[in-house]
């Protein structure tokens, strides 16, 4: 799957290994982007009337920004491979519940079925007829 289509959309599913290589790739960017602005803080000189703080949170911002909208993109998705609406995304939000959604989200199977939100990833076959 394309990383940003991973990343970035709601729609579709995506199995456990998937979510979890999300989660990861999510997180590495998250902590380049930290390293550079750590980097950015560091080395710079800042002089008297420059807004270089209103630059850099604004960065952080859109970094924080970025990063939630990732991991409730990769939960909708995950949630949509168990048959649930994405909208239960939005439990990661809630300290204690995130915990144990991220939990479930990594461990629960998904449907092995077509569902209202995308096609089975790998096709059951039916049990052989008698006779």
């Known amino acids: ?18 979510y979890f290589g999300g989660i990861w790739l999510n997180t590495a960017w998250a ?34 920004a970025l990063f939630a909208w990732a991991k409730l993109a990769l939960a909708a998705k995950r949630f949509h491979d168990l048959g649930k609406s994405g909208w239960l995304s939005l439990v990661i ?11 479930f989200l990594l461990f629960a199977p998904g449907d092995a079925f077509d569902n209202a939100y995308g096609p089975a990833r790998r096709q059951v076959a039916p049990l052989p007829q008698p006779g």
């Open 31 to 64: 902590a380049a982007a930290v390293a550079a602005v750590v980097y950015v803080v560091h080395n710079l000189d800042p002089r008297p009337g420059e807004p270089l703080g209103v630059a850099l949170g604004s960065f952080i911002f859109a970094g924080m």
């Open 1 to 18: 799957m394309n990383p940003l289509k991973l990343l970035w959309s709601f729609y579709g599913r995506i199995g456990r290994l998937a």
């Open 93 to 103: 939000a809630i300290p204690v519940f995130g915990f144990i959604a991220f939990i």
